[in-house]
């Protein structure tokens, strides 16, 4: 079946630094979207990409859409300590009988304060 | 507006024992998923429902029932629970799939 291979598998840093992650697939999606996951809670939505090559900002997050569809990116701008968690991405090719995402590992994000 | 409720949000089962865990959303979604979360294996999908009366497997479904007899709710049920279905078990519906999924705040069940 489809695979994420999602990196780096967790990092710190330095608030006030930019973070970078990145997801890969073995095959095509034509959505990609990036959740987050704090402490005891479900993962919550924080970008939906449906287009390739398209870069998507919410706040201080961006994140694009690979143009190999096979791939997408997230970037965090100035960390602070409440962005520690665990991001997931995740693909989908809705459509179809089932429209079911497929996640990545995630990255465990920890700030040093 | 209370999206998607899980219940129990803790239990402890002996080995054998069976439970229903149960889903409800108030959004009106179409689809609905059950997922397992364990470290460092991400989010796998168990069942999921594409409407009212309709299930079907997912990566996971072995040793997992469900079913989706109303439209808002979604039941996870483990006939004879065994240590490996430790995990937190997260519910989360959809619009018929599209712009993501929302998703409950999970299910930390243990089985010793």
């Known amino acids: 079946g489809q695979q994420l291979n999602q990196s780096p598998q967790s990092m710190f840093i330095q608030e006030g630094e930019d973070v970078s992650m990145n997801c890969t697939s073995s095959?095509?999606?034509?959505?990609w979207l990036w959740y987050k996951q704090d402490p005891g809670e479900g993962p919550v939505l924080l970008i939906a990409?449906?287009?390739?090559?398209e870069l998507t900002s919410n706040g201080r997050l961006t994140a694009q859409f690979g143009i190999t569809r096979k791939d997408s990116f997230l970037n965090i701008s100035a960390s602070i300590p409440s962005d520690v968690g665990i991001y997931f991405c995740a693909g989908m090719n809705y459509g179809g009988s089932q429209g079911n995402l497929i996640f990545g590992k995630g990255t465990k994000l920890s700030v040093k304060p | 507006n209370a999206g998607v409720t899980q219940t129990p949000k803790f239990r402890v089962l002996k080995t054998g024992q069976s439970m229903t865990l149960l889903c409800a959303q108030d959004?009106?979604?179409?689809?609905m998923y059950w997922y397992r979360q364990d470290p460092g294996m991400g989010l796998r999908l168990i069942h999921y429902?594409?409407?009212?009366?309709?299930?079907a497997k997912g990566e996971v479904p072995d040793g997992y029932n469900v079913s989706r007899l109303k439209k808002q709710n979604f039941l996870l049920g483990l006939e004879s629970a065994a240590p490996s279905q430790t995990s937190v078990y997260f519910c989360?519906?959809?619009?018929?799939?599209?712009?993501?999924?929302?998703f409950g705040s999970g299910t930390r069940l243990t089985v010793v």
């Open positions: 959004m009106n979604h179409e689809y």
């Open positions: 990409l449906y287009k390739a090559g």
């Open positions: 095959s095509i999606f034509n959505t």
């Open positions: 989360a519906s959809s619009f018929r799939g599209e712009n993501g999924y929302t």
């Open positions: 429902s594409v409407g009212e009366g309709t299930t």
